[in-house]
């Protein structure tokens, strides 16, 4: 069974750029996530889906950042424009219907904005 | 106050011997505890998760869960180099679906 697949894996760009991270969930995965985490920090979640439908943006800073999960399958997060402090990691992560609801992480996008 | 509070280490430990990885939480009603391994670069991976107070075992995964305490920890017996990781607490707070982390601990295994 494939993973989650998250491209592009590493990303270089100055401030004030936009950019743009993809995610595609496990196969039959409704819900996916997208999070943020900072070094030495643990995941923060940025926004959840269920299906096409954003179900929890609240920690997504909307004034730059937006999300789309347009068929309910592939989902892309965009920062524009982007701040130093966007640096991070931004992780991708899916669950389906098991009762322990575990979430599956794809690999990571590390950001760094210069 | 941290809703999910772990110490940042290093915790370390010779091969061989028993890691212990604490983890106290801020929400009395939360229902669900994850144990998450993340090694440098990766991305993390589930390793234990337990719902109900006490023991749970797998291999040599150990979590326990003290709810009246707001507590959980996981231990790891005959630690192995490979065990070398951030361990990270997740914990599903009250009835919603969020997880939410911990900051991690960082064990460090000796040989």
């Known amino acids: 069974e494939a993973g989650v697949v998250q491209s592009p894996r590493y990303k270089i760009i100055e401030k004030k750029q936009p950019v743009a991270f993809w995610c595609n969930p496990i196969s039959g995965h409704n819900t996916l996530y997208w999070y943020r985490q900072n070094l030495g920090q643990g995941p923060e979640l940025l926004i959840r889906y269920e299906n096409e439908e954003a179900v929890d943006d609240s920690q997504l800073p909307k004034d730059r950042f937006s999300a789309e999960r347009l068929k309910g399958v592939d989902s892309t997060l965009k920062i524009q424009p982007a701040e130093l402090g966007d640096s991070a990691v931004y992780l991708c992560a899916s669950s389906g219907l098991a009762a322990n609801n575990e979430q599956f992480f794809g690999p990571g996008t590390r950001l760094t904005v210069l | ?111």
């Open chain 2, 1 to 111: 106050q941290k809703e999910v509070e772990q110490n940042s280490g290093p915790l370390s430990v010779p091969e061989g011997a028993i890691a212990s990885l604490n983890c106290t939480y801020s929400d009395r009603g939360s229902q669900s505890f994850f144990w998450y391994r993340q090694y440098s670069g990766k991305s993390p991976e589930l390793i234990m998760f337990i719902y109900s107070n006490g023991d749970k075992e797998d291999g040599r995964f150990t979590a326990q869960l003290n709810k009246a305490s707001q507590y959980v920890s996981l231990l790891i017996r005959d630690s192995q180099p490979s065990d070398s990781a951030t361990y990270l607490c997740a914990v599903v707070m009250d009835s919603s679906y969020k997880l939410i982390f911990g900051s991690g601990t960082r064990l460090l295994v000796r040989p």
